[in-house]
């Protein structure tokens, strides 16, 4: 099996910060693409921003110049650093991995559990 456990998410206000980290754990033979999504009420998950393994990220317009993601690929980890948070930022924010578990095993999509983001006003 494979687990992707997340961290770091609370309660902040407008213009403060929060670092998000995901570990992926279990039977793991390669990680690709690593990276966040995220879902506010009402609405429907969107890209934050994911990042190859070999370096190239994609990010939210809504997002760039504040968050930066990363990733410790000795460790299978993966990080979303949100400065300058605003409001609209409030969301459950899901850690996302493209995992491969067996040498000869297709890549799959995997998720984790979610972690509240909340930014007050």
């Known amino acids: 099996q494979v687990h992707l456990v997340e961290s770091g998410g609370g309660l902040v206000q407008a213009g403060g910060s929060l670092r998000l980290s995901c570990a992926v754990s279990?039977?793991?033979?390669?990680?690709?693409?690593m990276g966040w999504y995220r879902q506010a009420p009402g609405k429907q998950r969107e890209l934050v921003a994911t990042?190859?393994?070999?370096?190239?990220?994609s990010d939210a317009d809504s997002v760039k110049g504040r968050f930066t993601v990363s990733r410790d690929n000795a460790n299978n980890t993966v990080y979303l650093q949100m400065n300058s948070l605003k409001p609209e930022d409030t969301a459950v924010y899901y850690c996302?991995?493209?995992?491969?578990?067996?040498?000869?095993?297709?890549?799959?999509?995997?998720w984790g559990q979610g972690t509240q983001v909340t930014v007050s006003s």
């Open positions: 279990g039977s793991i033979f390669s990680v690709g693409t």
């Open positions: 990042l190859t393994r070999g370096g190239t990220t």
């Open positions: 996302y991995a493209i995992i491969r578990p067996r040498p000869a095993a297709l890549e799959l999509s995997y």
